[in-house]
Every structure is written in structure tokens, then in C-alpha cells.
């Protein structure tokens, strides 16, 4: 199953906390489908459906979603035994 990744919609993977998501899933070796949301926030009903609230990045990790680069980042280095 792979794991959603709701992102802005910033083109480059170094400029905003859904790029650190990004590269992190990857180095994780999840398959990632991404979903880039509008950058207004009113217009991210996709994201408040999974989550709850409307900020992102967002992961669906496991049917889990999980909200926070911070968050998500340090629950891929639990899941492989880092942490």
C-alpha cells in the first residue's frame, strides 16, 4: 500500500517542510503517491477529510494519517528502528 503524501504545491524538494517529507520517504524506500493541494488553505477540503485540518504536509502512512514534517520525519526513523 503506499503511503499519500499531501504536499504544496513549492516545485523543488529543498524549499518548504513537504520537500523534507518527500526526500525522506524516498530515502525510506516508500512508494509515495503525491498529492500537490492548492495554497490556499479554504481550498484543501482533501486534506481536512483526512486529517482534520487543512495544514500540510500530511502522510498517510498504514491507513494513519500523520500531520507535521517533524512528526512524519521522526515516525519513518521509529518504523526503522532509529529511534
Known sequence: MPTTLYR??????WL???G?????????GEEVDE???????DDRDDVFEVSG???VPVAVLD?????DSLR????????A???
Open 8 to 13: 504544496c504545491r513549492t516545485p523543488t524538494d
Open 16 to 18: 518548504c517542510p513537504c
Open 20 to 28: 523534507r517529507v518527500a526526500r525522506a520517504l524516498r530515502a525510506a
Open 35 to 41: 498529492i500537490r493541494v492548492p495554497w490556499r488553505r
Open 53 to 55: 485540518q487543512r495544514k
Open 63 to 67: 491507513g494513519e494519517p500523520i500531520c
Open 72 to 79: 512524519i520525519v521522526e515516525h519513518l526513523r521509529w518504523r
Open 81 to 83: 528502528g532509529e529511534g
